[in-house]
Nanobody, 124 residues
Framework: QAHLVQSGGGLVQTGGSLRLSCAASERTFASFGMGWFRQAPGKEREFVAAIGGTTYYADSMEGRATVSRDNAKNTVYLQMNSLKPEDTAVYYC????????????????????WGQGTQVTVSS
């Protein structure tokens, strides 16, 4: 069973950058698809980005986010630039064993394991 531990996040001004990290304990991490989601207060959890055989991004993050992974470190990253106040949310990483294709990665139910979440706050 994979255990995901997140780090990064914090408070940043509009236009700033942050990098989130998600480290997995599972030795078969390289075979997992990894997603990033976020949840703002009073809103549903929404897809941000994912990496499997390729990378996928939500329209709201296209051009501002980069998802990458280092399989030697069992870690996936989410680099976010040009941050806006509406990016303020708790960000979660998640792992899926069987997803293929963009529509699969969008669905929360496809993910088997979740990180603990990390707060990102963008001040105006």
């Amino acid at each position: 069973q994979a255990h995901l531990v997140q780090s990064g996040g914090g408070l940043v001004q509009t236009g700033g950058s942050l990098r989130l990290s998600c480290a997995a304990s599972e030795r078969t991490f390289a075979s997992f698809g990894m997603g990033w989601f976020r949840q703002a207060p009073g809103k549903e959890r929404e897809f941000v980005a994912a990496i499997g055989g390729t990378t996928y991004y939500a329209d709201s993050m296209e051009g501002r986010a980069t998802v990458s992974r280092d399989n030697a470190k069992n870690t996936v990253y989410l680099q976010m630039n040009s941050l806006k106040p509406e990016d303020t949310a708790v960000y979660y990483c998640a792992a899926t064993q069987y997803c293929t294709g963009y529509t699969c990665y969008l669905r929360l139910a496809e993910y088997d394991y979740w990180g603990q979440g990390t707060q990102v706050t963008v001040s105006s």
